[in-house]
């Protein structure tokens, strides 16, 4: 038992297709009910697209585990309205001290950019985020989220797939048009389609505390490299809600996972840390070993894998449930198009092609961290230990550039997709074409709002001035304007900033708030060539 | 600009000591430490990635 959360039981109830024995034929299926399953089928409700979702379980995440959600992620939850309880509940911070022996080596401060509606990252435990996205499905006529429902076999056909799915009450069948496999790193659908996984496997193993205390400490980051109380290896200290501290320590590759769980084991530990009597409590415990590694294809047939199942990143860094949530984002819109017959199947494509770029950036920067933080060999460990020796040194900046426990998540813009219109006219900044948008405050109806409020599930054309024309289409998909002058105020003048923009400045921006191309001038046939090719037409 | 392969240090005998000579009094382990620390600095100072990888390949380090 939990003493700081208790854990939802969410009633298994059978389905009438299982009673009645009738297959039917759905258009979407998720397996999985864990962060990035939820976030797709919420991504599906606000696109309209009825969803089916399947867990082999019935309560939200056991432990902590995906602490920390970054800028990006949030903004995709706010857009899928679970963003702000997500704030309101989490610890929002900025600051970090990197420790090396018995000193510290120094501090940093993630200096969030002014003007963004989502803080830079908050860490908040898994469970309250499951637990706050079942809430927000609940009730959804377009959403069907069904407990205890095990997939175990997958038959493909070429525009549909077969699921053969276990209950409480037997097993049975049932059709889908797609499928988005969230079943985590260990996920049994990739087993099931012949996909390979393959990557690095770090021997490390690593024990992830949950600790309750009333503790005076900050809210920062705090990461020890060799500390006296934990000789030769790492620790992690980061704050949660509820007074609970999660804390890691790298163990080695040796340890004996079944050993360290045990309260005997880590409460000396932490006490150890803690380097004084201050009364603590354990909350939960794992014992973890992992791997940098991704999926093939991201898609198989009619099979799409989103989060784990697709990409599995060290923990350093928050990654995996911050990509993960990218995924679903950058999937559920073409998925729609598609579904509807407004793009051609060659938009979900672009899936992989996105998805798969990025999921390889996470990887490096994810291997690159574990492999400073957990040197192979004794060279590579005095190469680390003279960076950060060097880094104490206040003016060694550069040093300081070079320590890396785990460089924190940030999206990774998809500067070469297909999908992207490349710059015929000069532009300067960070909204080049594949780059995700950046917020801005401003106005709407004389209230204060923010931009990427204003934008997102479906196309929109950015116009900063009058534009000749309301909306732009191709086939049935259709760009609205949104003027800026006239449907939203740019009071502070951040949004021109941030987009580079002059009077006349256009930008087509995707259903997740991408840039898919810009101009300097309004010209209507090229907007409607930039929409076919953001819908690989 | 390309790694320097012809002499670029004023009086080399004199440098060749002040090395040596920083060293004297450590062991292999802290002479070991030092030297990662001078690779470190000496390569920030270069800052021309394509220097640093030529002078790592001209070491005998892996491509």
Redesign the interface.
């Known amino acids: 038992m939990f003493k700081t959360y208790s854990f939802p039981k969410f009633p298994y109830v059978p389905s009438p297709e299982q009673k009645s024995g009738e297959v039917r034929r759905h258009r979407l299926v998720i397996i999985g009910a864990g962060p990035i399953g939820l976030a797709a089928a919420l991504d599906a409700a606000a696109h309209g697209l009825p969803c089916v979702v399947l867990d082999d379980n019935d309560t939200v995440s056991v432990g902590s585990r995906a602490v920390c959600y970054a800028k990006r992620t949030l903004e995709v939850f706010d857009r899928l309205h679970v963003g702000a309880r997500m704030v309101e509940k989490g610890v929002s911070w900025q600051h970090g001290k990197v420790f090396f022996k018995d000193r510290r080596s120094y501090e940093f401060d993630l200096l969030p950019e002014d003007g963004n509606k989502m803080p830079a990252m908050i860490n908040l435990q898994q469970y309250y985020l499951e637990e706050y996205m079942v809430d927000a499905l609940k009730d959804h006529p377009d959403v069907d989220l069904r407990w205890k429902h095990k997939v175990t076999a997958i038959a493909q056909h070429s525009d549909h797939a077969v699921l053969t799915v276990e209950t409480p009450d037997g097993a049975f069948t049932m059709e889908a048009d797609w499928v988005i496999a969230c079943d985590g790193a260990n996920s049994s659908i990739r087993a099931m389609v012949g996909a390979q996984f393959t990557g690095q496997f770090f021997q490390d193993r690593f024990l992830i505390a949950d600790v309750i205390m009333k503790a005076a400490y900050p809210t920062e980051r705090w990461f020890w490299f060799d500390p006296p109380f934990h000789p030769n290896q790492s620790v992690l200290l980061h704050r949660q809600p509820d007074d609970v501290w999660r804390i890691d320590f790298q163990l080695g590759w040796d340890a004996d996972a079944d050993e360290e769980k045990k309260p005997e084991k880590i409460i000396p530990r932490v006490r150890a840390m803690l380097g004084d009597d201050r009364p603590f409590e354990l909350e939960w415990a794992s014992v973890y070993q992992f791997a940098c590694r991704r999926i093939d294809n991201f898609r198989y047939g009619r099979v799409l894998f989103a989060g784990d199942a697709a990409h599995q990143v060290s923990p350093f860094g928050a990654r995996g449930a911050n990509t993960g949530v990218q995924d679903t984002d950058n999937l559920i819109w073409k998925l729609k198009l598609v579904l509807d017959g407004d793009a051609p199947p060659a938009l979900i494509a672009s899936y992989h092609e996105e998805r798969a770029f990025a999921a390889d950036d996470n990887l490096l920067n994810s291997s690159r961290a574990t492999d400073f933080i957990t040197p192979k060999s004794a060279a590579s460990r005095m190469f680390r230990d003279a960076v950060l020796q060097l880094a104490e040194d206040q003016d060694a900046s550069f040093a300081r550039a070079l320590v890396n426990s785990g460089r924190l998540s940030t999206p990774t813009p998809y500067l070469a997709s297909s999908l992207n219109t490349p710059d015929a006219d000069m532009f300067a900044g960070a909204m080049k074409p594949g780059t995700n948008c950046a917020d801005a405050p401003v106005t709407v109806d004389g209230r204060a709002d923010w931009f990427l409020n204003q934008i997102g599930g479906r196309f929109t054309l950015l116009s900063f001035g009058p534009a000749p024309v309301e909306s732009v289409s191709f086939g049935r998909v259709t760009a609205k304007v949104l003027q800026v002058g006239r449907d939203i105020v740019d009071a502070t003048n951040l949004l021109a900033a941030r987009y580079d923009a002059a009077p006349g400045t256009i930008y087509l921006i995707r259903p997740d708030q991408y840039v898919a191309a810009r101009w300097r001038a309004f010209n209507e046939t090229k907007i409607v060539q930039a929409l076919a090719r953001a819908l690989s037409a | 600009m390309d790694l320097k392969l012809t002499l670029n240090i004023a009086d080399p005998d004199d440098f060749y000591r002040e090395l040596i000579d920083s060293q004297r009094h450590m062991d292999s382990a802290q002479a070991?430490?030092m030297n990662?620390?001078l690779?470190?600095?000496l390569a920030?100072h270069v800052g021309d990635r394509a220097v640093i990888r030529e002078a790592l390949k001209r070491a005998g380090g892996a491509a």
């Open positions: 070991a430490m990662c620390k690779v470190l600095i920030n």
